[in-house]
Nanobody, 123 residues
Framework: QVQLVESGGGLVQAGNSLRLSCAAS????????IAWFRQAPGKEREFVAG????????YYAEAMKGRFTISRDNAKTTVYLQMDSLKPEDTAVYYCAAKIGGGVVTRRNVDYWGQGTQVTVSS
């Protein structure tokens, strides 16, 4: 059974950094995409960044480019989201997601979701 477990969220002041982790298990994910989404109160869940486990393809939402960095470990079982220069508007629940078979991932075609981790950025 596929499991995605996020960790690393918390409360930080604006301008600081956080690194989120997503531990993936239950399949090899060799042809899949792992992505991060976020959802702020009263807003739709939005794409943040994604990484392909085989092709090293990495892509970001335009608003996150330059501040957020997605990466994976050598064993390809954990995906990270490094978030720098955090702003209060980054406050949201951050979700790890997996799309089986690769390709562009959207919130409507995700196959598996993690439970989410709260990130709160104070001003």
């Amino acid at each position: 059974q596929v499991q995605l477990v996020e960790s690393g969220g918390g409360l930080v002041q604006a301008g600081n950094s956080l690194r989120l982790s997503c531990a993936a298990s239950g399949r090899t994910f060799s042809n899949d995409v792992i992505a991060w989404f976020r959802q702020a109160p009263g807003k739709e869940r939005e794409f943040v960044a994604g990484i392909s486990f085989t092709g090293n393809a990495i892509y970001y939402a335009e608003a996150m480019k330059g501040r957020f960095t997605i990466s994976r470990d050598n064993a390809k079982t954990t995906v990270y989201l490094q978030m720098d220069s955090l702003k209060p508007e980054d406050t949201a629940v951050y979700y790890c997601a997996a799309k089986i078979g690769g390709g562009v991932v959207t919130r409507r075609n995700v196959d598996y979701w993690g439970q989410g981790t709260q990130v709160t950025v104070s001003s």
